[in-house]
């Protein structure tokens, strides 16, 4: 499907991730799904490419593309393999991101360069057992003593978990202070004190990592603090602005890759000896679908390109862009299954899969609910 602002090197890029899909993920996809197991042997051609640090400079270990490039790559994965488009998108719109935004130099250089040469994994640890929404409810907690900071605390449901190397976390300095109290850190795997916990029994992206993390008296250097004291709600919260777009582009591939395969369905198959697709209910199914569709790529693409004018921040786009395509893919997933009637069902078809899937993308990085909140904060004011 063609996007208007698409500049050749975008097109070539898009051509080049939607070949690598085809040939290596296609068939791949639905085991991944069914054993569960995250994908190594694929994120590590992914990483081969250079795509795990698509919109870095080179100086950091990055590609040096920009903000599109990245979601045309997530868009193209998701449309085969959502658990693999999750993996991508929590390394770099949720770990690189924060760190090249608000990292020092050291940092970059430490953390950044080999999370976006694809040497180590990255994920970010903000939801808590009591904190998800309202992230003010954040009750691990950070104490500065000497020249360490002292952490202790749960994180819930982080993508990458216990695969990840290196994980942005926050942790509040001062729990009266609610978001104002909260400041972020980085901490690596292996640091005494910290260990990944359970990981999640979900009922989609069974092939993406989700885990508990913990923190015992664990005991993170002084300058691993990223941004300053108590300024991790503002870090977060920007990039939950690119997360967002992260997550609305998860959805519009997965609703692409489930029209795509209702498109062949409906040519393939027939009900009574006519074609479907000169059923004019199959008809209407794929019409909706293809400007629902189309609609989301809009929003997402133009999120997309403001943040890469860098302009203004992307708050209200990058929410109209999650809120929309989330809540389209739900809907066109279930109504491209049910031209399948009750082989839709089966696992004889990946619509199942794609619904399943889906359903994340109205949940992670904020709820429909909450992007309704952002959205109309952004119109009236707080
Ligand atoms: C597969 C998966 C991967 C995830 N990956 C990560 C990750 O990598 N890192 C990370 O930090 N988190 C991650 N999360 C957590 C995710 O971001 C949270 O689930 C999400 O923010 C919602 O929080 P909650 O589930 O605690 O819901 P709650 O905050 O408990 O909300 C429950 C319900 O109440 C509604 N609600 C809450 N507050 C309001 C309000 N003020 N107004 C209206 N309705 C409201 C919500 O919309 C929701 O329907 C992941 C979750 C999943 C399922």
């Given at each position: 499907?063609?996007?208007?602002?698409?500049?050749?090197?975008?097109?070539?890029?898009?051509?080049?991730?939607?070949?690598?899909?085809?040939?290596?993920?296609?068939?791949?996809?639905?085991?991944?799904?069914?054993k569960g197991e995250f994908p190594w042997h694929i994120i590590n051609k992914i990483k081969e490419r250079g795509w795990l640090g698509v919109p870095f400079p080179e100086k950091y270990g990055g590609l040096g593309?920009?903000?599109?490039?990245?979601?045309?790559?997530?868009?193209?994965?998701?449309?085969?393999?959502?658990?693999?488009?999750?993996?991508?998108?929590?390394?770099?719109?949720?770990?690189?991101?924060?760190?090249?935004?608000?990292?020092?130099?050291?940092?970059?250089?430490?953390?950044?360069?080999?999370?976006?040469?694809?040497?180590?994994?990255?994920?970010?640890?903000?939801?808590?057992?009591?904190?998800?929404?309202?992230?003010?409810?954040?009750?691990?907690?950070?104490?500065?003593?000497g020249d360490k900071w002292l952490i202790n605390g749960t994180k819930r449901f982080i993508t990458n978990g216990h695969v990840a190397d290196v994980i942005v976390f926050t942790a509040s300095q001062d729990r009266?202070?609610?978001?104002?109290?909260?400041?972020?850190?980085?901490?690596?795997?292996?640091?005494?004190?910290?260990?990944?916990?359970?990981?999640?029994?979900?009922?989609?992206?069974?092939?993406?990592?989700?885990?508990?993390?913990?923190?015992?008296?664990?005991?993170?250097?002084?300058?691993?603090?990223?941004?300053?004291?108590?300024?991790?709600?503002?870090?977060?919260?920007?990039?939950?602005?690119?997360?967002?777009?992260?997550?609305?582009?998860?959805?519009?591939?997965?609703?692409?890759?489930?029209?795509?395969?209702?498109?062949?369905?409906?040519?393939?198959?027939?009900?009574?000896?006519?074609?479907?697709?000169?059923?004019?209910?199959?008809?209407?199914?794929?019409?909706?679908?293809?400007?629902?569709?189309?609609?989301?790529?809009?929003?997402?693409?133009?999120?997309?390109?403001?943040?890469?004018?860098?302009?203004?921040?992307?708050?209200?786009?990058?929410?109209?862009?999650?809120l929309y395509a989330s809540e389209v893919s739900t809907r066109v997933c279930s109504k491209i299954q049910s031209i399948l009637g009750k082989d839709g069902l089966t696992k004889k078809y990946p619509l199942e899969?794609?619904?399943?899937?889906?359903?994340?993308?109205?949940?992670?990085?904020?709820?429909?609910?909450?992007?309704?909140?952002?959205?109309?904060?952004?119109?009236?004011?707080?």
């Amino acid at each position: 499907m063609k996007f208007a602002e698409f500049t050749d090197r975008h097109k070539a890029f898009r051509d080049e991730v939607r070949g690598f899909a085809k040939k290596e993920l296609l068939d791949e996809s639905t085991q991944i799904d069914r054993k569960g197991e995250f994908p190594w042997h694929i994120i590590n051609k992914i990483k081969e490419r250079g795509w795990l640090g698509v919109p870095f400079p080179e100086k950091y270990g990055g590609l040096g593309l920009d903000a599109t490039s990245y979601i045309i790559l997530v868009e193209e994965i998701a449309r085969v393999c959502a658990s693999t488009a999750i993996m991508i998108a929590a390394h770099v719109s949720l770990a690189c991101q924060p760190i090249y935004a608000n990292g020092t130099e050291e940092q970059k250089e430490k953390y950044l360069v080999p999370l976006s040469r694809g040497e180590k994994i990255g994920s970010f640890g903000l939801t808590e057992p009591n904190a998800g929404s309202d992230a003010g409810g954040t009750e691990t907690t950070a104490k500065l003593i000497g020249d360490k900071w002292l952490i202790n605390g749960t994180k819930r449901f982080i993508t990458n978990g216990h695969v990840a190397d290196v994980i942005v976390f926050t942790a509040s300095q001062d729990r009266e202070k609610k978001t104002h109290g909260i400041s972020a850190f980085i901490v690596e795997k292996g640091t005494k004190g910290f260990e990944a916990g359970k990981e999640e029994d979900k009922m989609g992206l069974r092939g993406s990592i989700t885990s508990e993390l913990h923190f015992e008296d664990c005991e993170l250097p002084k300058e691993n603090l990223l941004g300053k004291e108590y300024e991790g709600f503002k870090v977060f919260m920007e990039t939950l602005d690119g997360g967002r777009i992260s997550i609305g582009v998860l959805a519009l591939g997965i609703a692409q890759g489930a029209l795509d395969y209702g498109i062949e369905y409906a040519r393939e198959y027939s009900l009574n000896g006519k074609p479907l697709y000169k059923y004019q209910w199959v008809q209407k199914i794929i019409a909706d679908a293809a400007t629902e569709i189309m609609a989301a790529r809009h929003l997402i693409y133009h999120a997309a390109n403001l943040k890469d004018r860098g302009e203004k921040r992307v708050t209200e786009e990058g929410a109209m862009a999650k809120l929309y395509a989330s809540e389209v893919s739900t809907r066109v997933c279930s109504k491209i299954q049910s031209i399948l009637g009750k082989d839709g069902l089966t696992k004889k078809y990946p619509l199942e899969r794609f619904l399943r899937d889906t359903k994340l993308m109205e949940i992670g990085e904020g709820t429909s609910e909450i992007q309704r909140l952002v959205i109309s904060r952004q119109i009236f004011g707080r």
